[in-house]
Nanobody, 124 residues
Framework: QVQLVESGGGLVQAGGSLRLSCAAS????????MGWFRQAPGKEREFVAG????????YYGDSVKGRFTISRDNAKSTVYLQMNSLKPEDTAVYYC?????????????????WGQGTQVTVSS
């Protein structure tokens, strides 16, 4: 059974940091690219960051470049999202997703598996 379980969300003040984790099981993690997406109330889900299956390449949405860092540990079947300098507009439910490919994609329809999401709330 495929599972992606996000953790690490919560409430933080603007300027603070959070580290999200996504633990994967039920598939060969090292053969999948991984992505983080987010969805704010009333908005479409958007791409935040992606990482290739071996972790050699990373990609970021324009709104988070320079503030967020995606990484992965294939031995632990876990992908991370380090979020620094958080802003109120980063408030959203954050989802991790797995894509059967060496490289991530900006479009959510190109991912095979999804987690349930974790809430991140940034207060001003």
């Amino acid at each position: 059974q495929v599972q992606l379980v996000e953790s690490g969300g919560g409430l933080v003040q603007a300027g603070g940091s959070l580290r999200l984790s996504c633990a994967a099981s039920g598939f060969t993690f090292s053969m999948y690219a991984m992505g983080w997406f987010r969805q704010a109330p009333g908005k479409e889900r958007e791409f935040v960051a992606g990482i290739s299956s071996r972790g050699r390449s990373t990609y970021y949405g324009d709104s988070v470049k320079g503030r967020f860092t995606i990484s992965r540990d294939n031995a632990k079947s876990t992908v991370y999202l380090q979020m620094n300098s958080l802003k109120p507009e980063d408030t959203a439910v954050y989802y991790c997703a797995a894509r059967w490919s060496g490289n991530p994609d900006y479009y959510e329809q190109n991912y095979n598996y999804w987690g349930q999401g974790t809430q991140v709330t940034v207060s001003s």
